[in-house]
């Protein structure tokens, strides 16, 4: 069985955010998809609950954090090219998120980083599959 990975994250509008999440090229699946939780879809192995904050709060007794103010956790998503990457951070601006790192290029890694609008970072990354370290000699 494949291993995957959901993440969840609270969010203050369902709709909204499954809208941002579509337009940066998410999958909708309706089957796990309701007022209260939508369920969005990057790959065959990773999926993001988006959930709102009453839901969200059924799952933890500790206090939902305001991502616009403080990091709660950096995800990061790879892309096949450096022309994804650019594709997903224009997407993102367009559909009324937020670029806190613009893209840098470092030759085999190539990537930013994105926020929702509830203020989750997504880092992006392409990275040439064929570059070695160089070595000390």
């Known amino acids: 069985m494949t291993k995957t990975i959901f993440v969840n994250l609270p969010v203050a509008d369902v709709a909204k955010s499954s809208a941002f999440?579509?337009?940066?090229?998410?999958a909708k699946n309706d089957a796990f998809s309701n007022e209260q939780a939508s369920a969005m879809v990057w790959s065959d192995a990773i999926s993001v609950m988006l959930l709102d904050h009453a839901f969200y709060s059924t799952?933890?007794?500790?206090?939902?954090?305001?991502?616009?103010?403080?990091?709660?956790?950096?995800?990061?998503?790879?892309?096949?090219?450096?022309p994804a990457v650019d594709a997903f951070h224009a997407s993102a601006k367009s559909a009324g998120g937020s670029e806190p790192r613009a893209i840098e290029?470092?030759?085999?890694?190539?990537?930013?980083?994105?926020?929702?609008?509830?203020?989750?970072?997504?880092?992006?990354?392409?990275?040439?599959?064929?570059?070695?370290?160089?070595?000390?000699?």
């Open 21 to 26: 999440y579509e337009a940066l090229g998410f």
């Open 59 to 82: 799952f933890t007794e500790k206090p939902i954090a305001d991502t616009r103010a403080t990091s709660a956790v950096l995800n990061c998503l790879s892309f096949d090219d450096k």
């Open 105 to 137: 290029d470092q030759g085999f890694m190539y990537g930013g980083a994105i926020e929702d609008p509830d203020g989750h970072t997504w880092e992006t990354m392409w990275m040439d599959q064929d570059w070695t370290p160089p070595t000390d000699t």
